[in-house]
């Protein structure tokens, strides 16, 4: 189990993490999900030992990682962004390298390797270089080589990033199949892999959490957020997509000849103002769909981190766990 | 104990197996078996030319050997992430920083017995002045080749590196050639006629021992710094420090000499404080027929131990509190 307690990590002055609380039981999957620089990464290094803790406390198994960290990270397996593995070595010689790395005794570490790579489906390329492997292989060795000791914790750093969609398919079966007795932490930012294997959700920006619960909860927003299409003249539609775009950067998404935004900017003043300032002529609706990009865009507007959500009710994960666990 | 040896012996083998370490090697080898042509210009000082000459190539392109060793198995492992793959393992940064230092150093070590074996055969084939053994020199390069084709062999027929099996294969070969061709110069030379031996120069392995140790022990001495500084510099960071710092180790003793006279105190501590190399090259001994003590190779040796464990220490708590992911800073 993880419990992460008012975890904090600055960079000089800058805090890139910003008091997280959180816990993940065996048996579940958590979401990280956050923009590119919200602190996810940084986060998931500090969980999995390779960052110092700055402030907050961080409980693998009840060990903490701060006081024992190699009695911590024998419990974790951890997958880094982009697979970073040797070039030259092969794949046997790597998982039999990390093997003796985590400690596996000598008569062990073959079947452990072979556990490995079956779960991965490596037979293929295990005697190949890594250097001559596809993405997608590559990080499925850099899978293989995280469930190589079939640790209670997994940290995977954007676990899918780049590859096809059957393997993306594979990777998320064999994350279901780890989950049953193991907790999973999965850091994304593709929502679609939040739904399918995820039962928790974090969301991050600007190094805070702007939003936690259940994966219900979460999907949950995608009806209780309210948007307002809006519709120009053809021959002042890209000007006022312009406009919009520069002014509310990251909250108009696209749908085909309208342009949608979130009811709170939709009735913002500033925007009728603009448009109304460079003659332009619309019209609205209100009968428009939602996605999970939309509230994830909603959530992670840079004023957002800075104050509440009043539509939105969250549930402390920290707390929740807390509960039931005692 | 085991993952420190599985740590040590990775470092070691994905040095020989970097193929500018390897292009270093070949490179060294080359120019120490061009040097028995000094012979035709150093009249009677043949043997102090070409073992100033070749003991000048080994120490130089050592400390290049030692760059290139610790840029593959540190410094690239820290750009290219896989360092933060390994830190999350069950492995302290002190046990990766000991297990980096003694995988370079034992690479410096194959890399020293290989020049250091090559020097001993050419200083073997410069028998006289104005003339060299050409038959060992020739002999002693067809093995090289030989080693060149098994490591290609392996290479194409089961996949595996061709520089490390090249290096592998060198390493028992050449020794062994070196101990045939010094057995049978030996034996040829107690059979000559006194009279005809006056003009020819023999030097026994045991001269050729201490001075070879020396120089064995200022490269892995050059490894072991090279592999903690790389722990804080990037490449041409760590090139340029360890230059300066290999350039300075050479001048230190004649400024220090200059400065506070010959048998100071002060003096000796100063020109201790860099790695002086000065006190590694002991080519005239030799050249001359004296032999080194085993006080003073003693001396040296606890030197090195001494002075490298002060790097891995400084190094090894400096680490702890280096920031890795970097990346992560956005």
Redesign the interface.
């Given at each position: 189990m993880i419990h992460i307690e008012n975890l904090k990590k600055k960079?000089g002055e800058r805090e890139?993490v910003s008091d997280i609380s959180l816990r993940v039981r065996t048996g579940d999957v958590l979401g990280f999900i956050g923009p590119?620089?919200a602190g996810k990464?940084?986060t998931i290094?500090m969980v999995?030992?390779?960052?110092?803790v700055y402030e907050g406390k961080i409980l693998i198994d009840g060990i903490d990682i701060s006081l024992s960290?190699?009695?911590a990270?024998?419990r974790?397996g951890?997958l880094?962004?982009?697979a970073?593995?040797?070039p030259?070595m092969t794949v046997r010689a790597f998982l039999k390298?990390?093997a003796?790395?985590?400690?596996i005794s000598?008569f062990k570490r073959k079947q452990a390797v072979l556990d490995a790579v079956r779960s991965c489906a490596l037979e293929e390329v295990l005697?190949q270089?890594i250097e001559s492997l596809s993405k997608g292989y590559k990080r499925r060795v850099?899978f293989a080589?995280a469930i190589l000791h079939k640790p209670p914790v997994l940290l995977l750093d954007e676990p899918t990033d780049g590859l096809d969609p059957n393997q993306k398919r594979e990777i998320r079966n064999l994350i279901q199949t780890l989950s049953k007795d193991t907790a999973i932490i999965i850091s994304t930012h593709i929502l679609e892999e939040v739904r399918s294997v995820c039962t928790k959700v974090l969301l991050l920006a600007g190094g805070k959490i702007v939003f936690q619960g259940s994966t219900a909860d979460f999907t949950v927003l995608e009806d209780q957020l309210k948007c307002t299409a809006f519709s120009f003249p053809p021959e002042q539609f890209h000007t006022a997509v312009e406009i919009l775009q520069n002014t509310f950067p990251g909250s108009c998404r696209l749908d085909g000849e309208t342009l949608v935004l979130p009811d709170d900017i939709a009735q913002d003043p500033a925007l009728a103002q603009k448009l109304e300032e460079a003659g332009i002529t619309w019209s609205i609706s209100n009968d428009c769909s939602t996605s999970l990009d939309d509230v994830f865009a909603h959530l992670t507007r840079p004023e957002k981190t800075e104050k509440t959500l009043p539509a939105i009710q969250t549930t402390d994960i920290a707390e929740e766990g807390e509960n039931d666990d005692d | 104990m085991s993952v420190f040896l599985s740590l040590t012996r990775n470092t070691f083998r994905e040095c020989l197996r970097e193929p500018v370490f390897f292009l270093i090697l070949a490179s060294t080898l080359l120019l120490v078996l061009s040097f028995p042509l000094l012979t035709f210009f150093s009249f009677d000082r043949q043997i102090w030319t070409i073992l100033e000459s070749s003991m000048a190539a080994v120490l130089f392109l050592g400390f290049a050997a030692a760059v290139i060793c610790t840029n593959t198995c540190v410094q690239r492992e820290m750009k290219n992430g896989t360092l933060l793959l390994l830190l999350s393992k069950p492995v302290s940064r002190f046990t990766f920083l000991l297990a980096k230092v003694v995988g370079i150093a034992g690479c410096m070590i194959v890399f020293s017995v290989i020049c250091c074996t090559t020097v001993m055969t050419v200083i073997l084939s410069s028998i006289s002045p104005f003339l060299f053994d050409a038959k060992v020199m020739l002999i002693f390069f067809g093995v090289c080749i030989l080693c060149l084709v098994f490591g290609a062999a392996r290479n194409y027929f089961t996949g595996a590196s061709f520089t490390e099996n090249t290096i592998f294969a060198m390493l028992p070969a050449l020794p062994v050639c070196y101990g045939v061709f010094y057995q049978i110069l030996q034996s040829r030379l107690n059979i000559m006629d006194p009279h005809d031996t006056v003009s020819l120069t023999f030097v026994h392995f045991s001269e050729q021992l201490p001075v070879m140790f020396l120089l064995l022990l200022a490269i892995v001495l050059m490894g072991i710094i090279t592999t903690a500084t790389a722990l804080h510099f990037s490449f041409p960071g760590n090139l340029v420090f360890c230059t300066i710092l290999f350039l300075g180790g050479l001048l230190i003793g004649p400024w220090i000499q200059s400065l506070f006279g010959s048998g100071s105190f002060w003096g000796g501590l100063f020109s201790a404080l860099l790695p002086n190399w000065q006190l590694f090259w002991m080519a005239y001994p030799v050249s001359e027929g004296t032999a080194i003590p085993a006080s003073y190779v003693g001396l040296m040796t606890l030197y090195v131990i001494v002075y490298g464990t002060i790097w891995v220490i400084w190094a090894g708590v400096t680490f702890q509190g280096t920031e890795l992911a970097k990346d992560s800073r956005v």
């Open positions: 960079y890139v590119n620089g990464s940084t290094k999995s030992g390779v960052l110092p960290p190699r009695n990270k024998k974790i951890y880094p962004e982009n970073p593995l040797p030259n390298y990390v003796a790395m985590r400690g000598f005697d270089e850099c080589q | -």
